[in-house]
Each structure stands twice: as structure tokens, then as C-alpha cells.
């Protein structure tokens, strides 16, 4: 991890590219703010290769995105955009997304790696998933993802903990103004605090050297639709359900 003036400047250095790259777009936009989308990326690959992600073929960010690290909401036009995501030693992810006027949509980046009867690496690729916003709530709402590749993790939220599959999301409702300490196996790996309604969302992650890490932001009451090509993993693209028996005292 780098030190904390240097984690600063890395991320007024990203945000201010990702302004000008935003800015180019719009400025073929201009007039038609109506009409605009917006979408976030996410990284959560796990390769000591930072992940190069091209929108429309415009590279959102030349250095590309370590793992965990995000970009803030960009304006598009609505309808159809194309957008690759690249790492070393993967294969890439092309899709084409929608973008609806008014909406928000997030797109995680993150890595799948096939193995062979022998427990050999057979395949190493990336995937994307997209949660889309589908308005605005008036609860304070926090959404866990388990996207680490561990069958399960213990995730302490607060004064509670969550035990998750792979792959699991965990809706919590009822939460209220405060704040929140994430914590695996007693290392803190996040903090952040609700101030005002909307929903809070946790991706667990894996990093490179094979330790669990968190990645938050801040969006509101959205559906999950899986993009890429995925087995059938359940409701809403993302394995299992919602759950009520995930609370371990």
C-alpha cells in the first residue's frame, strides 16, 4: 500500500484525469445534459497488474486502476457504449452496456481463474458485473458483496459479523446514522460513516498476496445484473440469495 501522501496525490491525479476525460466527452455532449447517464468502474482484480479500462475506445485512465480503487460517476449519452477492461496474463472483457438517461450504473472489474482436474491454473480471465441504480431511497441501506475467491469470509460490520459464501451479497436494512468499522479476523480493513440515506455498499475482495480487502462507495437502491460470460450463479447474477441466518454472534 502506498503511504498516505502519496495515496492522496495518486488519487487527485486520477480524479483530475478522469474530469478531463469526462470533459472531452461532454463537450460532444453539450446541450443534451438530459440525455446523460452516468457510469462508476470498479477494480477489484486481483494482479499486481493495475487493470486498463477503455470506454468507447477512450482509455479512462492511462496508468490504469490498482486493485480496490475506483472512478467517480461519468457522463455518457444514453444508449448503447462498448467498454474493454485489460490485465496482464488474463483474458480482456469487452461488452457492450445501456446507459438510461437519469441513471447510474457501476461496473466491477474483477478476475476468474479456472482450474483443471489437477488443481492447475487452466484459465485466468476477467469478468464484469454492472449495478444499476434504480433510484433514490429514503433508508439507510448497506449492501455487502463476497467477491473473494476464499469459499467463505467473516466479515465484522460494527458490533456484528457476517459470515459469506463466495460470491454472496448481503442486504442489511434497518441500519441508522453512524459509524461503521469493517473488520476480517480482527484486521481493520475500513471505515466509513452513514451521514445520510442511501445505500452503502462493501465489495470484499481478494488482494494479490492472497489477503482480503474492502472496497466502499456510496449509491443508492439498485438491481444486479450480471454481464460477461458466467455460469448461472443465481438470483440477480450474483450466488445465493439474500440471507437472514448470516449473523454470527
Known amino acids: 500500500m502506498l503511504p498516505r501522501e502519496q495515496n492522496r496525490?495518486?488519487?487527485?491525479?486520477l480524479g483530475l484525469w478522469v474530469i478531463i476525460?469526462?470533459?472531452?466527452?461532454?463537450?460532444d455532449a453539450s446541450g443534451q445534459a438530459d440525455q446523460l447517464g452516468f457510469?462508476?468502474?470498479?477494480?477489484?482484480?486481483?494482479?499486481?497488474h493495475n487493470?486498463?479500462?477503455?470506454?468507447?475506445?477512450?482509455?479512462?485512465?492511462?496508468?490504469?486502476?490498482?486493485p480496490g480503487q475506483k472512478t467517480g460517476?461519468?457522463?455518457?449519452?444514453?444508449?448503447?457504449?462498448?467498454?474493454?477492461?485489460?490485465?496482464?496474463?488474463?483474458?480482456?472483457?469487452?461488452?457492450?452496456?445501456?446507459?438510461e438517461a437519469g441513471k447510474s450504473s457501476t461496473v466491477i472489474v474483477?478476475?476468474?481463474?479456472?482450474?483443471?482436474?489437477?488443481?492447475?491454473?487452466?484459465?485466468?480471465?476477467?469478468?464484469?458485473?454492472?449495478?444499476?441504480?434504480?433510484?433514490?431511497?429514503?433508508?439507510?441501506?448497506?449492501?455487502?458483496?463476497?467477491l473473494s475467491e476464499r469459499p467463505s469470509v467473516s466479515i465484522r460490520l460494527g458490533s456484528k459479523s457476517y459470515r459469506m459464501?463466495?460470491?454472496?451479497?448481503?442486504?442489511?436494512?434497518?441500519?441508522?446514522?453512524?459509524?461503521f468499522e469493517v473488520a476480517h479476523d480482527d484486521q481493520v480493513l475500513d471505515q466509513f460513516y452513514m451521514e445520510e440515506p442511501g445505500n452503502y455498499v462493501l465489495m470484499i475482495f481478494d488482494e494479490p498476496d492472497g489477503s482480503v480487502n474492502a472496497s466502499f462507495?456510496?449509491?443508492?437502491?439498485?438491481?444486479?445484473?450480471?454481464?460477461?460470460?458466467?455460469?448461472?450463479?443465481?438470483?440477480?447474477?450474483?450466488?445465493?440469495?439474500d440471507r437472514e441466518d448470516v449473523v454470527t454472534e
Not at 496525490?9 to 491525479?13: E, G, I, R, S, T
Not at 462508476?40 to 486481483?46: A, E, G, M
Not at 486498463?52 to 496508468?63: A, G, T, W
Not at 460517476?73 to 496474463?89: C, I, K, P, Q, R
Request: charged share 30%; glycine share 10%; hydrophobic share 40%.
Open 9 to 13: 496525490w495518486y488519487k487527485k491525479v
Open 21 to 27: 476525460f469526462c470533459l472531452s466527452f461532454l463537450n
Open 39 to 48: 457510469v462508476r468502474f470498479v477494480n477489484l482484480v486481483s494482479s499486481t
Open 51 to 66: 487493470t486498463k479500462i477503455m470506454m468507447n475506445d477512450r482509455s479512462l485512465y492511462e496508468r490504469g486502476y490498482k
Open 73 to 99: 460517476g461519468m457522463g455518457f449519452l444514453a444508449g448503447d457504449h462498448s467498454f474493454v477492461a485489460t490485465n496482464e496474463g488474463f483474458e480482456p472483457v469487452s461488452e457492450t452496456m445501456s446507459i
Open 110 to 146: 474483477m478476475s476468474s481463474i479456472i482450474r483443471d482436474e489437477d488443481g492447475e491454473v487452466a484459465e485466468k480471465r476477467l469478468l464484469a458485473k454492472v449495478l444499476r441504480n434504480e433510484g433514490k431511497t429514503d433508508d439507510y441501506l448497506i449492501t455487502m458483496f463476497n
Open 165 to 179: 459464501n463466495s460470491g454472496e451479497r448481503v442486504k442489511i436494512d434497518g441500519a441508522a446514522e453512524g459509524s
Open 217 to 241: 462507495f456510496i449509491d443508492h437502491a439498485f438491481e444486479v445484473v450480471a454481464i460477461g460470460e458466467e455460469e448461472d450463479t443465481g438470483q440477480d447474477g450474483v450466488k445465493g440469495a
